[in-house]
């Protein structure tokens, strides 16, 4: 069974950046949708970005020109740059990953901007 595993998350002031990372077990990041989402404390988990067909990525309205996701060369590792953070990012980051019909999940990596 695959698992992804994420990693980077951390305490961040505003305007600050982070480099969150998720690899996968045994498999790679070949079927789309593959992603990122979040969730802040008292709300539902959002999409952040997502590749959702070959290299065609869609990027929440609210982090547009901020976030940005990758997938390196050997499919193996999704990535998302976020740079200007603010406040309202704190949250849960969780990987998306789809392998059949199926999606997976990262048990997710904690974010917290603030000053």
């Known amino acids: 069974q695959v698992q992804l595993v994420e990693s980077g998350g951390g305490l961040v002031q505003p305007g600050g950046s982070l480099r969150l990372s998720c690899t996968a077990s045994s498999a790679r990041f070949t079927t789309n949708p593959v992603g990122w989402y979040r969730q802040a404390p008292g709300k539902e988990r959002e999409m952040v970005a997502t590749f959702v067909g070959g290299a065609i990525i869609e990027y929440a309205d609210s982090v547009k020109g901020r976030f940005t996701i990758s997938r390196d060369k050997t499919l193996k590792t999704l990535s998302l740059q976020m740079n200007n953070l ?16 199926a999606s997976v999940w990262g048990p997710g990596t904690q974010v917290i901007v603030s000053s």
């Open 86 to 101: 603010k406040p309202e990012d704190t949250a849960i980051y969780y990987c998306r990953g789809t392998y059949g019909s």
